[in-house]
């Protein structure tokens, strides 16, 4: 069955990349139910991929239990081969589209656009599971990866307003989200992490979290992916247990 979660939280990194939560309480058959997750881009690390089932009935842990997941990336020559030939095809329109009235030369042309600057990360990654249950039952599943495309971070930006006397300043702070992937997010909860590329030695230098929050990069490194995998979420678990407020106080 191919399902849709909704995206609940996004934890963007303010030099690319992103954590994704998404959400959805599923029916179950008796027996093996078999999911796909659509919308899954394939710049998802497959190795971060994580499901968690929340059971409703407290009954249902013995019953019902994740049995199977699959994660993959499309393959990079395939997509790129099915990515030349939309932009062949959206170039040759858009030169023919003085022919079309020009209602529908604007909505042709922003479809070509789109597809002329499509790249791999904008396919689709493959993102299944299965779901063993002894019974019929319902259950929320809770879906986790980690993107690694630089082109959906934040960044901050200071508004300095001063009188007419010169006297007296007031500073704004604000937080600017960049988002040019071909994914959209809409009314999710989102967070903000900060990170540094490591020091020459090759290892992440994580900092006391009270002076300035740090989360290692993950797509820009030659440093081992798993290990640095497991210093974020770990560097993250921490950031939880502080206050949200003091968190974004730190941003800089």
């Known amino acids: ?4 979660p909704n995206v609940k939280e996004v934890i963007i990194f303010n030099a690319g990349g992103a954590i ?3 959400e959805m309480k599923l029916s179950l058959q008796q027996g093996a139910n078999h999911f796909h997750i659509q919308n899954v881009p394939a710049s998802f690390d ?3 991929a994580e499901i968690l089932l929340e059971h409703l009935i407290p009954e249902d842990k013995q019953a019902i239990s994740l049995q199977q997941t699959i ?3 499309p393959d990079r020559n395939n997509s790129q081969q099915v990515i030349d030939r939309e932009k062949s095809a959206a170039n040759s329109i858009i030169s023919y589209s003085i022919d079309f009235t020009r209602e529908m030369r604007e909505k042709i042309s922003n479809i070509c656009e789109a597809s002329s600057y499509r790249t791999f990360n904008d396919m689709n990654g493959i993102f299944d599971f299965v ?3 002894q019974k019929e039952s319902e259950v ?3 879906i986790q990866y980690f993107v690694q495309d630089i082109r959906i971070k934040w960044q901050t930006s200071l508004q300095v307003n001063i009188d007419d006397n010169n006297k007296k300043a007031d500073i704004e702070g604000f937080i600017i989200v960049d988002n040019q992937t071909g994914f959209s997010y809409d009314n999710v909860e989102l967070s903000f992490a900060i990170f540094e590329l490591p020091q020459s030695s090759g290892s992440p230098s994580l900092v006391n979290f009270e002076e ?3 989360v290692p990069q993950l797509n820009q490194l030659n440093a081992p992916a798993g290990g640095l995998r497991t ?4 560097e993250l678990n921490r950031m939880k247990s502080l206050k949200r407020t003091q968190r974004y106080k730190q941003l800089k």
Do not use: F, G, Q, W
């Open 212 to 214: 300035s929050p740090i």
């Open 1 to 4: 069955m191919s399902i849709n």
């Open 231 to 234: 210093e974020m979420m770990n």
């Open 46 to 48: 497959p190795n971060s």
């Open 71 to 73: 994660v993959s990336l």
């Open 131 to 133: 779901i063993n249950a």
């Open 140 to 142: 929320i599943v809770k």
């Open 20 to 22: 994704v939560k998404r």
